[in-house]
């Protein structure tokens, strides 16, 4: 993985760290519940953009210009919730040896793909008027758990 994308996930931790730290200073604060929604936000945007970027440089690195342009526009710019099974659709679209090896580790990670799926849901709740109900310590295990998914990519992609 890019340093740049490392940086990423580090970064998002830092701050969702920052944010527990806030709200456990006072849990009656009003602003607990907006810091809430911005931890999710921060949480799932970094686990999909870190995700997309990472696919995308493995697959154009080398590529010509026409290819780094078409990933560009439908890979690194496009809005994908980083769902389990979307992150398995975009491997399968390059490799459908990528997309049976990342199932396969999948398979034996259950916790945290039911934590990443569970955090796009968070966001998707709040995307759509819902009010998520998750505490700050629940956000920051899903995006721990789903960091986990995006290694696993990771090993997908250098055939590990």
Same mark, same amino acid.
């Given at each position: &993985? /890019?340093?740049?994308?490392?940086? #990423?996930?580090? %970064?998002?931790?830092?701050?969702? #760290?920052?944010?527990?730290? *806030? ?7 009003? &602003?607990?519940?907006?810091? #809430? !929604?911005?931890?999710?936000?921060? @949480? ?9 970027? &990472?696919? =995308? %440089? +493995?697959?154009?690195?080398?590529? $010509? ?20 099974? /979307?992150?398995? @659709? ?8 990528? *997309? =049976? =090896?990342?199932? @396969? /580790?999948?398979?034996? +990670?259950?916790?945290?793909? $039911? ?7 968070? !966001?998707?709740?709040?995307? +759509? $008027?819902?009010?998520?109900? @998750? ?5 920051? #295990?899903?995006?721990? %758990?789903?960091?986990?998914?995006? /290694? ?9």
């Amino acid at each position: &993985m /890019k340093a740049e994308l490392s940086s #990423q996930l580090d %970064d998002c931790a830092d701050e969702l #760290q920052k944010i527990k730290k *806030r709200i456990d200073r006072d849990k009656f604060d009003d &602003m607990v519940v907006f810091l #809430q !929604r911005y931890a999710i936000i921060k @949480a799932c945007g970094t686990i999909e953009s870190v995700t997309k970027n &990472m696919i =995308a %440089d +493995h697959v154009d690195a080398g590529a $010509g210009t026409e290819l780094q342009n078409y990933i560009s526009v439908n890979l690194r710019d496009s809005s994908a919730n980083p769902k389990s099974g /979307k992150i398995v @659709a975009i491997l399968n679209e390059f490799s459908s040896e990528w *997309r =049976a =090896a990342f199932e @396969a /580790k999948l398979s034996s +990670h259950s916790n945290e793909k $039911g934590s990443l799926n569970s955090l796009v849901q968070l !966001r998707n709740d709040f995307a +759509h $008027g819902r009010s998520p109900s @998750a505490t700050i310590n629940t956000i920051i #295990q899903y995006y721990y %758990d789903s960091i986990v998914i995006v /290694k696993l990519v990771e090993e997908t992609l250098e055939g590990k």
